[in-house]
């Protein structure tokens, strides 16, 4: 079956630099792979999409990269700050033509000034 | 922006109560999503529905059920609550298949 992993460590870092974070597959090929911010008590907020014929997609601060060979995506944001912390969702979708998305259980990014 | 509303932020129930989630969105979305989001395990698809009275098992089914007698509002049936269904539980909207979702704020049901 369909596994996405993300670090299931928070990941603390200092304002202004630059978080990375991980979303790795397994037993799929997925056609896009969606990224989501969580914010606690809140539901998810999409932030990016990324299809498997794009390498690499930004949108302001944020960059979001795409690797079918190695099953793994990127999720990059630069000049980080405070109002960024939050929790991190990649999504998969599955399922032939409904838009059915499995969840990564998230990556919680804590920026620090 | 597209607003999807959950009737209720909190809900404490008991045991072997049916209890029901509401959702309604106001963008006039075919699709609609309840998952269920426990710490450590992700977002779970428990049921979603491509059409008015038209609906499909996700992942975790057993134990809900669900109705769409409209197009904006879906709902969600616990037909006899277990502590074993004390979630987050969220509900989402699309318009169409392979786009993003729009959740609403969630659900908080705690079953004693």
């Known amino acids: 079956s369909q596994k996405i992993e993300q670090n299931s460590e928070a990941l603390n870092i200092q304002e202004g630099k630059t978080a990375t974070l991980t979303c790795n597959y397994t037993?799929?090929?997925?056609?896009?792979l969606q990224w989501y911010r969580q914010d606690p008590g809140r539901g998810p907020v999409f932030l990016l999409l990324i299809r498997e014929n794009e390498k690499e997609k930004r949108k302001e601060r944020l960059k979001v990269t795409f690797d079918t060979t190695l099953k793994q995506s990127l999720f990059h944001i630069t000049a980080s700050q405070p109002a960024d912390s939050a929790t991190y969702l990649c999504?998969?979708?599955f399922g032939g033509g409904y838009n059915k998305l499995i969840f990564g259980a998230g990556t919680r990014l804590a920026v620090h000034p | 922006d597209v607003k999807v509303t959950q009737s209720s932020r909190y809900l404490v129930k008991r045991t072997g109560e049916k209890v029901f989630l509401e959702c309604v969105q106001d963008?006039?979305?075919?699709?609609m999503f309840w998952y269920r989001q426990d710490p450590g395990l992700g977002l779970r698809l428990i049921y979603f529905?491509?059409?008015?009275?038209?609906?499909e098992k996700g992942d975790i089914p057993e134990g809900y059920s669900v109705s769409r007698e409209k197009k904006e509002r879906f709902s969600l049936i616990l037909e006899s609550a277990s502590t074993n269904q004390t979630s987050m539980y969220l509900c989402a909207s699309t318009e169409r298949a392979n786009e993003k979702l729009f959740f609403g704020s969630g659900t908080q049901l705690s079953v004693l």
């Open positions: 963008m006039d979305h075919e699709n």
């Open positions: 037993n799929y090929s997925p056609a896009y």
């Open positions: 529905s491509y059409d008015v009275k038209m609906k």
């Open positions: 999504a998969l979708p």
